[in-house]
């Protein structure tokens, strides 16, 4: 159940980055409920964070909550904000995925 909060903890992660870059591209009243959907997803990403981390290695489960956050901003930014997709760019993502997996695999 851990690994399942780590990885919605991860995913809110992603949504907050999402949130504050579309904030900064917007203005007026959409800027700031852009801003407090990156609130909520930052505490909502926190919180989980922390809970996991009473029972899986902070090491561990901080690397996989990065990874988690860093691969699926960068795959959003690519597949919504038509970010280029350079080979370079989807062989290190793909590297960082089989990280947080091979974190996963060696983790008790």
């Given at each position: ?8 903890a ?49 090491g ?37 995925i ?11």
């Open positions: 159940m851990n690994w399942i909060l780590l990885i919605i991860g995913l809110f992660e992603m949504l907050f980055a999402i949130c504050l870059g579309k904030a900064n591209h917007t203005e007026g009243i959409i800027s700031k409920l852009w801003f407090g959907g990156f609130l909520i997803c930052l505490f909502l990403s926190m919180t989980l964070l922390v809970k996991v981390t009473k029972v899986l290695p902070i561990t489960a901080y690397a996989v909550w990065t990874g988690i956050g860093a691969a699926g901003t960068v795959l959003l930014g690519i597949f919504v904000f038509k970010e280029p997709a350079t080979f370079w760019r989807l062989f290190f993502i793909t590297t960082l089989g990280s947080i997996i091979g974190l996963k695999l060696v983790s008790h």
